[in-house]
């Protein structure tokens, strides 16, 4: 059972197998004057990304109609992401869920913006890298949510009833979890290997090799806004959030003290800026 059901998933991936145009060009986008143009040009050419821009800024109390005005108040960054997540997600077209899926884009929102925040602390090189591997983290889970469902709504039943890591039910139910399945679609995509690691690897840090640096920065701020989030159970994982002491020892080598009011600092910065991005269930 388990060898079929993950055909089924292989065999629906065929589909995805090339990374959108648009998603493409948001990835190799960074922020300088030529490419915030160039931003500006892909919000403007796509009704429903200028939509939801306009639509973000605007619950703020501002009153913009204009794509430009709306990129000068988000900024890049939040622009960026805004865009990024919503092209992702246009590939998958949910339907009939139990489920919310907005939370699961919302938390991977989340890690993205606490991943960068805690690179440019210790690892700067690593901070957009960080932000776009944090986004994507849990892309694994939207695929099984999307072919296999009512069976990955069961094992979030069985995470909370257990307060057991997902992926270990996943494993159970599928034979494979989500950062197996969506590594294979971030390969198939032609993501960079290390970004496809982060997505493997995030709940077993000690099986990365190819970057443990970014693997652990995702880790430390998925294990972070879990902590955070003011909704038990975010994302499907009713585990309790803890380090491992692979991970524990890999931070305190780059001098991060995993003490609860040493991290206080690090943790109201998120806060902050989560909040700015309505992201107000974390903190």
């Excluded at 090339?18 to 500006?40: G, S």
């Excluded at 983290?137 to 999307?146: E, R």
């Excluded at 995470?159 to 494993?171: A, F, M, N, P």
């Excluded at 443990?212 to 880790?219: K, T």
Aim: glycine share 6%.
């Amino acid at each position: 059972m388990q060898t079929e059901r993950l055909r089924r998933i292989t065999k629906s991936l065929i589909s995805l197998t090339t990374l959108p145009t648009q998603i493409a060009q948001l990835f190799e986008l960074v922020d300088e004057k030529d490419q915030r143009e160039a931003l500006e040009r892909i919000v403007s050419s796509d009704p429903v990304l200028a939509a939801r821009l306009l639509k973000m800024v605007n619950a703020r109390g501002e009153s913009v109609t204009g794509v430009h005005s709306a990129i000068s108040k988000l900024g890049f960054e939040q622009t960026k992401d805004i865009c990024m997540e919503a092209s992702i997600s246009r590939v998958f077209e949910l339907k009939n869920s139990n489920i919310d899926v907005q939370e699961f884009w919302d938390h991977g929102n989340a890690v993205g913006v606490a991943a960068r925040i805690i690179a440019q602390e210790y690892k700067p090189d690593l901070a957009e890298d960080a932000h776009i591997a944090g986004l994507l983290h849990d892309i694994g889970k939207i695929i099984l949510l999307q072919y296999e469902g009512a069976e990955f709504e069961k094992a979030i039943a069985l995470s909370k009833s257990r307060s057991c890591e997902l992926y270990l039910v996943e494993k159970e139910l599928f034979g494979d979890d989500h950062g197996q399945v969506g590594a294979r679609l971030a390969e198939s995509w032609l993501l960079p290997r290390s970004i496809g690691e982060v997505i493997m690897y995030h709940h077993n840090f000690a099986r990365a090799e190819i970057n443990r640096p970014l693997v652990a920065l995702v880790s430390f701020a998925n294990i972070l806004c879990r902590i955070l989030s003011t909704k038990p159970g975010i994302s499907g994982n009713y585990a309790p959030p803890a380090f491992s002491e692979e991970l524990a020892e890999e931070l305190c080598s780059w001098g991060v003290n995993l003490d609860a009011n040493a991290l206080r600092p690090l943790m109201i910065k998120c806060i902050e800026e989560l909040h700015k991005r309505g992201l107000a269930q974390y903190g």
